[in-house]
């Protein structure tokens, strides 16, 4: 039996390191394209969106190698609460960072995103166009990032983390699938324009902090779950309100640039409170291997059949 788990959990590390290697291999057409793509040319959504694809294409086809099926996906819908929430957690940890902005005289009301919906919709009352472009962005708009979403999401928490359940404790998971999804940014980061308006490492760093400190939050709902949709919402929810919505209503100055986006340390701070907040609840997970000498058990539910 031990020479079993041991053989098992051979295959189950070896697994990752292919999604890893794949992932790496198919993304770097897409880094080159991206990077070196005319100045002038148009933007490159397509180059963007095939780049989010990777992680979930690599993740599709080795769980196929490895396993000849998709069992353990995460396909199932699950608990429709764990969905709500994956929809609504991150519209509160950014407005916990951006409405005090607004407030505080940081609010952008000619903005090209409501210039735009003014225009289209002169009829409508200016102070309506904010609430009209939120339900917008929060219906129409969350289908779109949903499908981009998915792309990476049927890697990172569609395979990486429920193989990394198998054999390490939840914090590890956590960990682990963070630095991989944070460091899978970084050639864009660094060589592209996906970054802040302070100082590149300062960049680095507040996004680093915030993709380790949502992973604790990414993890924990997919393996309470069993379900890859709640990174899916939780992933397009993220991008939707943070870029589409909040971002786009907020002045840009030196002091909006080092504190709001992605690349800002409030965001950082918050998903460090987020992480500490679902590490404090990994008791409510399903049964893992919390120190290196405890026995190995699955973390899926069967609703990830």
């Known amino acids: 039996m031990t020479d079993l788990v041991a053989a098992d959990a051979r295959r189950t590390k070896n697994s990752i390191i292919i999604f890893i290697l794949l992932t790496a291999a198919l993304s770097s057409i897409f880094y080159l394209l991206v990077i070196h793509r005319p100045s002038a040319g148009r933007s490159p959504v397509l180059l963007v969106l095939g780049l989010m694809w990777c992680p979930g294409v690599s993740g599709l086809l080795t769980r196929l190698a490895f396993q000849g099926n998709l069992r353990g996906h995460g396909f199932g819908w699950g608990q429709t609460k764990y969905q709500f929430a994956s929809y609504w957690i991150p519209l509160v940890y950014s407005s916990i960072v951006y ?72 914090r590890r998971v956590a960990l682990i699938s963070g630095a991989i999804w944070a460091l899978w940014h970084y050639p864009i980061i ?47 929810s993220h991008n939707l309100f943070v870029q589409a919505f909040f971002d786009a ?32 609840k990994r008791g409510e997970l399903p049964a893992q291997r919390e120190s290196e000498s405890a026995p190995q058990t699955s973390s899926i539910s069967p609703a990830a059949a």
């Open 99 to 170: 409405v005090p902005f607004w407030l505080a005289g940081y609010f952008d009301p000619n903005n090209r995103t409501l210039a735009v919906l003014i225009h289209r919709l002169p009829h409508l009352p200016h102070a309506a166009a904010l609430p009209v472009l939120f339900l917008f962005l929060a219906t129409v708009g969350m289908v779109g990032s949903c499908f981009s979403a998915l792309g990476e999401e049927l890697g990172w928490r569609g395979f990486l983390v429920p193989q990394l359940a198998k054999i390490t404790s939840y």
């Open 190 to 236: 660094l060589f592209a324009d996906y970054h802040g308006a302070g100082p590149l490492w300062y960049s680095i760093v507040c996004f680093t902090v915030t993709v380790l400190g949502i992973s604790f939050l990414f993890a924990w709902m997919r393996l309470k779950s069993g379900s890859v949709w709640t990174g899916v919402l939780l992933h397009a």
């Open 249 to 280: 209503q907020t002045r840009r100055t030196r002091v909006t640039g080092l504190w709001t986006t992605e690349f800002g340390a409030g965001l950082a701070l918050t998903a460090f409170v987020v992480a500490i907040i679902f590490y404090a």
